[in-house]
């Protein structure tokens, strides 16, 4: 053979010897039906599962084919197997292990054993298992490492039938421990053949996926589906979706109105206010002659031909433009007419005129007696407390979610208390890492070995432990039980995986699955090793008894106060950012809020005053010492002081009753009542001043009494339209806002009365003291001075000058009327848009604490807050009310309670349902189920005892059957139609056994831990009195989220109770707070539209006028639509606090609107005329009196530290008063120059202001001649003579001054 042939000729030898080799060392080579590559035992004390490359073989006994064909399936009973008896009751062991956790659902168990068998046992094994690693035990080949090729049909089938299924008392999923919280079919098979004790294999399978090919044949016989046919597999709604109900459609999930990129109400706001524009812009451009004609022409129709002009024809009175009605011109040519004269008005004029008498004739005396009152009604400050329990400020006595509160808390534990903690990375990396994890460790040990500092109490003494004596702190740390000692500080990555993604696999001491979404925060995909954070939580006991709380609350203070308010100064956390809370955290920092705030309010305040008591002074001379007697800061004072005193006495009648006041009283109640009074007092002031420089010959006391004659019924319409608007708010069940609205109504009264009596007494003796020239303020020094120069007040002179004539032009008033037509329908659109609630962040200081844990807790905390369905009155032990509500069984309603939780779960995008319920009543009576093997009783112990010795006879013991020989299985008739299962006293009995039993490996169904506090029992009656049913809410991250889950849960639980016949009710810790965003709406709409129609019913009367009165409403609304408008812009929520903003509102408006509205009656002319005159006369002292002294005090709010000022108080009193400012003195002059009512005399009798007694009726007659004209516009034969005659007075008083002297 030449050399060139033999090279070839070799290397085949050599591949041949080679493959030779690999076949025979090839552990199960044959691979066709009916051989195995497994079976049997090998090895002694810890025996494993031998290699078997052989045919199968037929069972040798008749129980063990019985047992193969009970295990497997009908199947079994003939042929031959692959697995002996010992090996099947083995795998009989492991399968019943996951029995109670998917059971409940047939389909999924016969498909677990499906898959169990047909690796074990299956005659054809080796046509789909493939044995890839072996080892020796007892010379014997032993399986180390199989390949299981699964197909994707029944895989498929296999995991759709398994993964709904819901493990209750975890408020998890049974694939949470079966599969490792798999998301496909291989990923479940994959956990299930990893080696591990337990649900785990004894040794590891591997799964080919699909894509590595077909070596062998793929095990792909059909499963069972949960919606099978046959009612054997059938599973219920709640571990199958597909056997479940339709809901009716929730209302989140009813399309939104819209019309392209706007909603309907917006779309028909904007339309709407279009076609007002389009019909005036066609009205105007009408009445231009060429436009007319221009019009006529194109639509061919001529209105001025004969025939369209109708019988009568209007004849122009004159050729000017004044579009004021016909009977005003007519009245004006008229030398006869009169003002007509309004009884209501003319007693009011007299009555104020001879208390004005009064008073400054009697200064001091009247002063004296106000002081008493004030002294007096102030003497409750005695009994003044503050109310601090949010509980008793947002929520009302009879509010439904607070009677279920106390329920809950009276009939289980008060909610848990929680201490939390986010260690987050400040860097965009993962927080874990060894030295990290390290850290926390050490950071927890040292909280569960703090003790506190008065009374030595320990976490130990303080937390919840409803399992042993193991407290609930969930962690990270709890997947290494919390022991640093079994931490690996080289594989902690790989363990930390393993248990994040099988949280059943590493159980912590308390012995509840730790899920990641509760420990781990900011990561993507499951991507457990990138998360930014870590979230611990120390759960705390709570209760109603205040002993337990103040112990709780020692340990939680001294926590903050020793180490977390400096762990964040430690190295070890170099990097790393530590928040953190506890339950009493957040009650402190608002404490904390309103202390700092307080002097930001003060000076604001402050500055109001100050400006006020500047602003009053008319200084007509720059000398010094005219100056000096001009001031007016000492009256300005006086005025301050009303408020003040007002205020007081408020508070001290209210404080007098035992109630509470509230930090809204002290913070907004002066403001409001300042608004008033100020106005009222400038109004007063400058009065008085147009009365003086008109030059009267008349005293002192006369000019007073004529002044209150002429204002006080003004005054009295505001303040008496504000009395009873804020009056009407004590019909709101809301403690803090009836408590507003009483003070409120209480002090604008008081501080009315005041005015009306002490503040005129200080008016007389102010105008004494300048008649004699002495000092502001120093009123015993008397000094030379100037003569005042009479002239015209700077802003009444703009006002009548170039204000009046620009605003009352007639294309002016239509433009002004456009413009606040469009605020006025923008403010509409945005109304609906208008958010509610309250974020905890703005009520805290900006550098609290609690602002950046609250920040961590919207972002990196994946879990909502529980929420309890609660059933009252309701006996469990009825089997009736069983399957109303129970949620696995056949026999179950199909819209039982827990079926309906299920559904509202899968849908949780409008139910915020997030995680499946804990129905006890499920579990309960599936530990009672034999097969599951957790419930078993001593054979002797009988359960048919007599009443009588059933009271006798207590604490039946479980057992052990595997121990004891005489124990027994505690229902051996059980079934899943439930007609076998316990009621009565016989429900009780097995309930006793249940409750008391804590889970474990191998029975996970015990009752204590999950349900230890969840069923009251009334054993007298022997039946249950109350439970409730534990599941999760969504994360909710805004306000409008806690909104809507509260709303949510409320429509859930009120279509429990009507279609199941049984009282249900919803409870989570936040729903009493946030049940008032169910009706506040409406309630604003009561209180906002009671207190605008008191205004209307008091302004009509007042001023003798329907029309202005409903002028007046009318702008008061806008007012309040506008700055509801501006408040959807600028971001503020509508809530408790705004709405008590929203009434001050409604009372500012009416300062802003009724004393214009009231100058424009009893002025003379026309509309305009009038409208011109108030403005003149009234406009400026109501920009002087409300929105430079409010304007003023506003600016110091915005630089507040707190959150709550700057966009509650800053923001909203900054748009009511831009808005009601720009309404009442742009808009309402305009309206009321177009469309106000007729005029209204005062009348002068000779001795003050009079009427004619003869009359009767709500409008006196106009059948006398009387010359009614104004008193203030009575014409002066030349204004010397006025000017000497006030000259005369004033030296008369200085003489008479100085002989008193």
């Not at 033999?6 to 060392?25: N, R, Y």
């Not at 050729?319 to 004006?332: A, F, I, M, V």
């Not at 604490?955 to 005489?966: A, I, Q, R, T, V």
């Not at 305009?1230 to 003050?1248: A, K």
Request: with cysteine.
């Amino acid at each position: 053979m030449t050399p060139h042939f033999a090279l070839p000729i070799l290397l085949g030898i050599l591949w041949a010897a080679i493959a030779a080799t690999a076949i025979e060392s090839e552990p199960t080579p044959i691979h066709k039906n009916g051989y195995c590559v497994m079976r049997g035992q090998c090895g002694g004390f810890f025996p494993a599962t031998c290699v078997y490359n052989k045919p199968a073989v037929q069972p040798e006994t008749d129980s063990f084919r019985k047992l193969l064909a009970d295990t497997c399936g009908a199947e079994y009973a003939t042929g031959p197997a692959c697995c002996d008896e010992t090996q099947l009751n083995k795998l009989v062991n492991q399968v019943q292990m996951a029995k109670p956790i998917v059971a409940s659902c047939p389909a999924c168990w016969s498909n677990f054993l499906q898959f169990w068998c047909s690796f074990t046992c299956s005659p054809n094994q080796s046509t789909f298992v493939n044995i890839t690693a072996t080892g020796k035990e007892d010379e014997q080949p032993k399986v180390e490492q199989a390949d299981y090729w699964v197909g994707d049909n029944f895989g498929t089938q296999f995991y759709d039938s398994c993964k709904d299924i819901k493990f209750g008392s975890s408020n998890g999923y049974a694939m949470d421990f079966i599969g490792g919280g798999a998301k496909d079919w291989h990923s479940m098979v994959s956990y299930m053949g990893e080696k591990r004790p337990g649900l785990g294999s004894p040794f590891q399978i591997d799964f080919p996926p699909l894509d590595s090919g077909d070596a062998l044949t793929r095990y792909d016989d059909n499963g069972k589906s949960c919606n099978d046919s046959d009612s054997a597999y059938r599973c219920a709604c709640v571990d199958c979706e597909a056997t479940c109900p339709m809901l009716e459609p929730a209302p989140g999930e009813i399309p939104e109105c819209r019309v392209g990129l706007l909603n309907c109400w917006t779309f028909t706001m904007v339309t709407t206010y279009g076609l007002i524009v389009a019909v005036v812009l066609l009205f105007v451009l009408t009445r231009q002659h060429r436009i007319g004609v221009w019009l006529q022409n194109c639509i061919g129709y001529n209105w001025d031909r004969e025939e369209n002009r109708g019988l009568y024809e209007p004849l122009a009175l004159a050729e000017d433009e004044d579009d004021d009605d016909g009977s005003e011109l007519e009245n004006l040519l008229d030398p006869d007419h009169v003002p007509r004269q309004y009884w209501l008005n003319s007693r009011l004029q007299g009555w104020f005129y001879r208390q004005g008498l009064f008073c400054a004739r009697h200064p001091w005396l009247v002063i004296v007696l106000g002081l008493v009152l004030v002294t007096l009604s102030s003497a409750g400050w005695t009994k003044f407390s503050v109310e601090r329990d949010p509980v008793h400020l947002w929520v009302s006595p009879s509010s439904r979610a607070l009677a279920e509160k106390h329920h809950f808390d009276t009939n289980f534990s008060p909610f848990y208390r929680i201490t939390q903690l986010f260690i987050v990375n400040e860097e965009p990396e993962p927080i874990a890492s060894a030295d990290h994890l390290k850290n926390l460790f050490k950071l927890e040990n040292e909280i569960r070995h703090m003790r506190s500092d008065e009374h030595g109490y320990s976490l130990q003494d303080v937390c919840l432990h409803p399992n042993g004596e193991a407290c609930i702190v969930q962690s990270v740390t709890g997947y290494w039980q919390g022991d640093i000692g079994e931490f690996d500080p080289e594989r902690w990555d790989d363990d930390l995986l393993y248990c994040a993604e099988q949280p059943s696999a590493c159980l912590p001491d308390f012995q509840q699955p730790l899920k990641p979404t509760a420990i781990l925060g900011g990561y993507e995909n499951d991507d457990y090793l990138s998360a930014r954070a870590f979230v611990v939580t120390f759960v705390i006991a709570n209760s109603l008894d205040p002993a337990v709380v103040s112990k709780t609350e020692e340990w939680e203070k001294s926590l903050l106060r020793n180490i977390l308010s400096k762990v964040n100064d430690r190295p070890e956390w170099n990097g790393v950012r530590i928040t953190y809370s506890t339950e009493s955290s957040l009650e402190t920092e608002l404490n904390k809020s309103s202390n700092t705030d307080a002097l930001t309010v003060i000076i604001s305040y402050l500055v109001m005053f100050v400006y006020a008591s500047i602003a009053l002074g008319r200084f007509r001379s720059l000398n010094i010492r005219r100056l000096m007697i001009d001031s007016k800061f000492g009256l300005g004072v006086c005025g301050i002081l009303i408020v003040i005193f007002s205020v007081s006495t408020a508070v001290g009648l209210f404080s007098l009753t035992g109630k509470k006041t509230t930090l809204i009283i002290a913070e907004v109640i002066p403001f409001l009542v300042l608004a008033v009074g100020v106005d009222n007092i400038f109004i007063l002031c400058h009065e008085y001043a147009r009365r003086e420089d008109l030059g009267e010959d008349e005293s002192v006391e006369e000019r007073v009494a004529r002044t209150l004659g002429k204002m006080g019924p003004s005054i009295l319409l505001s303040s008496l339209s504000e009395t009873i608007a804020f009056g009407l708010g004590t019909l709101v069940t809301m403690p803090a806002v009836s408590s507003f609205a009483i003070v409120a109504s209480i002090a604008i009264f008081v501080d009315f009365t005041l005015q009306v009596t002490c503040f005129v007494s200080c008016m007389a003796l102010d105008a004494r003291r300048a008649d004699s020239n002495q000092l502001d303020c120093v009123p015993c020094v008397r000094i030379r001075a100037p003569e005042p120069l009479e002239k015209e007040g700077w802003l009444q002179m703009l006002c009548r000058v170039y204000y009046v004539p620009f605003l009352l032009k007639r294309q002016m008033r239509y433009v002004i009327c456009l413009l606040f037509l469009g605020l006025f329908m923008l403010g509409l659109a945005l109304v609906p848009e208008l958010p509610l609630g309250l974020d905890q962040r703005i009520a805290l200081p900006s550098d609290s604490y609690l602002v950046p844990y609250f920040n961590d807790l919207d972002v990196y905390l994946d879990i909502g807050p529980p929420v309890y369905f609660v059933v009252r009155n309701a006996n469990m032990t009825d089997r009736d009310t069983q399957k109303k509500i129970c949620g696995r069984f056949a026999a179950c309603d199909p819209v039982s309670m827990g079926t309906i939780l299920e559904q509202e779960r899968k849908r949780s995008e409008v139910s915020y349902i997030g995680e499946p319920t804990s129905v006890w009543v499920d579990d309960f009576l599936q530990w009672l189920d034999p097969s599951v093997g957790c419930c078993h009783r001593k054979e002797q112990q009988s359960f048919h005892f007599s009443t009588l010795e059933r009271e006798y006879r207590r604490g039946l013991e479980l057992c052990n059957p595997d121990y004891d020989k005489k124990c027994v299985e505690c229902l051996p008739d059980w079934d899943t139609n439930m007609e076998a299962l316990p009621e009565g006293g016989e429900f009780l009995d097995f309930f006793d056994m249940w409750i008391n039993m804590p889970p474990d490996e191998e029975c996970p169904l015990g009752g204590k831990a999950a349900y230890g506090d969840a069923i009251v029992v009334d054993r007298k009656h022997k039946t249950t009195e109350t439970s409730h049913f534990r599941t999760f809410h969504t994360p909710l991250r805004t306000q409008e989220d806690f909104i809507a889950a509260q709303a949510s849960a409320r429509r859930i639980s009120d279509g429990l109770s009507e279609s199941l016949g049984i009282d249900v009710y919803p409870y989570s810790l936040f729903y009493v707070f946030f049940e008032q965003y169910s009706y506040i709406t409406m309630m604003a709409l009561e209180l906002l539209g009671l207190a605008i129609l008191a205004i209307f019913i008091i302004t009509s009367t007042l001023l003798g006028s329907i029309r202005s009165g409903l002028i007046v409403m009318a702008v008061v609304i806008m007012i309040v639509i506008d700055v509801m408008g501006v408040m959807a812009i600028w971001n503020v929520s509508l809530n408790a606090v705004s709405l008590v903003n929203l009434v001050i509102c409604v009372g500012i408006s009416v300062e802003f609107c009724c004393h214009i509205a009231r100058g424009f009656t009893v002025a003379s002319g026309s509309r305009e005329e009038r409208a011109g005159k108030a403005m003149v006369d009234v406009g400026s002292s109501v920009f002087c009196g409300i929105t430079l002294t409010k304007f003023a005090g506003i600016i110091v709010l915005a630089f507040t530290r707190s959150k709550i000022f700057e966009i509650y108080y800053f923001r909203m009193y900054l748009s009511i008063v831009v808005l009601g400012a720009l309404h009442g003195l742009v808009l309402l002059p305009v309206l009321l120059s177009r469309f106000g009512g007729e005029e209204m005399s005062m009348l002068d009798d000779g001795t003050g202001f009079g009427w004619e007694r003869n009359n009767r009726g709500l409008l006196i007659d106009d059948s006398g001649s009387y010359d009614q004209v104004f008193i203030t516009d009575m014409p002066q034969e030349d204004q010397g003579r006025g000017r000497k005659a006030k000259n005369r007075r004033r030296r008369s008083s200085q003489d008479s001054h100085s002989s008193n002297e």
